[in-house]
């Protein structure tokens, strides 16, 4: 496997970023054409857009980054990784190459938003407000939600917008500094 930059140029791995974007998050795109449109987005000067080749030289995975806060902050949007390849080190590799990136252009903090619209964590379902503290201090993950994952890789949740995909679905808020300046 190897990790490169995603280019204008890139006309077959630009569509198979949009498919793999549709294929992993079935509600957020309608058609291939605006998961294209997301790819294209990708790579735009304020960006990062990495991808995951395998030794047939398909695109097994995509990372993404959009500057904020006059370049302090990145936000990771999205990571995707084919189903068939996860579980291997894919997503820990693009996410620490896009680490590398962001510090190589200065930045000193990653953000990342995991939505939970499925109730996969213990705060899904809920009125996290009774409690948003102790909530998510206690979160629990229920059906394979990727927090874990981003924790695993360094990140801790650094806060939670309730009902961002409705009530009982929300946004949780994780982040990571990579460059102290």
Do not use: C
């Amino acid at each position: 496997m190897k990790i490169i930059s995603l280019s204008i140029d890139m006309d077959q791995y630009i569509l198979q970023a949009a498919k793999l974007l549709m294929e992993s998050f079935e509600h957020s795109w309608s058609t291939l054409e605006e998961a294209r449109d997301e790819v294209m987005e990708s790579l735009g000067s304020d960006r990062i857009s990495r991808i995951a080749i395998n030794d047939q030289d398909a695109l097994i995975g995509w990372i993404g980054g959009i500057s904020q806060y006059s370049g302090n902050v990145w936000e990771m949007h999205p990571l995707v990784v084919n189903e068939s390849w996860r579980g291997q080190g894919i997503g820990s590799s693009l996410v620490k190459d896009f680490e590398r990136k962001v510090a190589e252009k200065g930045g000193s903090t990653v953000l990342l938003g995991t939505d939970d619209e499925n109730y996969s964590t213990s705060l899904g379902g809920i009125d996290i407000y009774d409690d948003l503290y102790g909530n998510v201090q206690n979160i629990r993950n229920l059906k394979n939600h990727p927090y874990e994952f981003y924790q695993k890789v360094g990140y801790k949740i650094v806060g939670v917008i309730p009902d961002a995909n409705g009530y009982g679905r929300p946004d949780i808020l994780m982040a990571k500094r990579v460059n102290v300046r």
